[in-house]
C-alpha cells in the first residue's frame, strides 16, 4: 500500500529549500496524515525517520518537514501517525523536534529557526541534556535509548570510582596490591 501526502499539504520550493505546508488549518491533536511504511532501512539518512531503535522508514513527501524547537507537529512512530502540537493556520509550515524521532542524525546541521528554546545544532537526541528533551514529546525508542545510556552512565561511573579509591589504596599502601 502507497502512502502518500494528503491533498491538503503541499510542498514549497524556496531558494533550493523544501517544506512542507498545509492548505487546510487543523487543531491541537488532530491528525494530519500517516508515516509512510512501505520502505523499512537499518540506517538513517537525510529522506528516513527513526522509527525503532535500529528502524527507519524512508519518509517520502514528509522528508521535506523541516525541524523546528518550537515545532507544530508530533511525528508518533508507535501509531504511525503526523499529529498538530497546536492549531496550525491556512499556508503555515509544518515542523517537528527532529530528536523526537532521531537518536543519531546522519546529516547533523546548525539550527536557525529562532526560537528562544533552540538548541542550535541538531544532531540527535543522543547528543541533548535531559534538562532539554524533557521539555519535547520523545517517541518511545528515544526514550529506551535515553535509559540505556543513563544505566551506562551509572555503570561507569561507579566503576570509575571503585578504580581511583583501589588506586588511592595502593599509593598510601603499595604492599596492600
Same mark, same amino acid.
Given at each position: 500500500?502507497?502512502?502518500?501526502?494528503?491533498?491538503?499539504?503541499?510542498? /514549497?520550493?524556496?531558494?533550493?529549500?523544501?517544506?512542507?505546508?498545509?492548505?487546510?488549518?487543523?487543531?491541537?491533536?488532530?491528525?494530519?496524515?500517516?508515516?509512510?511504511?512501505?520502505?523499512?532501512?537499518?540506517?538513517?539518512?537525510?529522506?528516513?525517520?527513526?522509527?525503532?531503535?535500529?528502524?527507519?522508514?524512508?519518509?517520502?513527501?514528509?522528508?521535506?518537514?523541516?525541524?523546528?524547537?518550537?515545532?507544530?507537529?508530533?511525528?508518533?512512530?508507535?501509531?504511525?501517525?503526523?499529529?498538530?502540537?497546536?492549531?496550525?493556520?491556512?499556508?503555515?509550515?509544518?515542523?517537528?523536534?527532529?530528536?523526537?524521532?532521531?537518536?543519531?542524525?546522519?546529516?547533523?546541521?546548525?539550527?536557525?529557526?529562532?526560537?528562544?528554546?533552540?538548541?542550535?545544532?541538531?544532531?540527535?537526541? /543522543?547528543?541533548?541534556?535531559?534538562?532539554?528533551?524533557?521539555?519535547?514529546?520523545?517517541? /518511545?525508542?528515544? /526514550?529506551?535509548?535515553?535509559?540505556?545510556?543513563?544505566?551506562?552512565?551509572?555503570?561507569?561511573?561507579?566503576?570509575?570510582?571503585?578504580?581511583?579509591?583501589?588506586?588511592?589504596?595502593?599509593?598510601?599502601?603499595?604492599?596492600?596490591?
Amino acid at each position: 500500500m502507497t502512502i502518500t501526502i494528503p491533498s491538503t499539504l503541499t510542498i /514549497r520550493t524556496q531558494n533550493k529549500f523544501r517544506s512542507l505546508v498545509t492548505k487546510q488549518a487543523y487543531k491541537a491533536g488532530e491528525i494530519i496524515c500517516p508515516i509512510p511504511t512501505e520502505s523499512m532501512s537499518n540506517k538513517p539518512t537525510m529522506y528516513t525517520v527513526q522509527i525503532g531503535r535500529t528502524k527507519h522508514v524512508e519518509v517520502k513527501e514528509l522528508a521535506s518537514m523541516n525541524h523546528s524547537c518550537n515545532p507544530n507537529t508530533i511525528l508518533d512512530t508507535t501509531r504511525m501517525l503526523v499529529f498538530a502540537t497546536r492549531d496550525i493556520a491556512v499556508g503555515e509550515e509544518l515542523t517537528f523536534f527532529y530528536p523526537s524521532t532521531e537518536w543519531e542524525m546522519s546529516a547533523p546541521f546548525i539550527c536557525l529557526c529562532g526560537a528562544p528554546n533552540c538548541i542550535h545544532v541538531v544532531a540527535g537526541a /543522543r547528543f541533548l541534556p535531559l534538562s532539554t528533551l524533557e521539555n519535547y514529546y520523545l517517541n /518511545r525508542h528515544i /526514550r529506551e535509548e535515553m535509559i540505556e545510556l543513563l544505566n551506562n552512565t551509572e555503570y561507569l561511573l561507579t566503576n570509575m570510582e571503585r578504580d581511583h579509591i583501589h588506586a588511592q589504596i595502593s599509593k598510601r599502601n603499595p604492599s596492600a596490591s
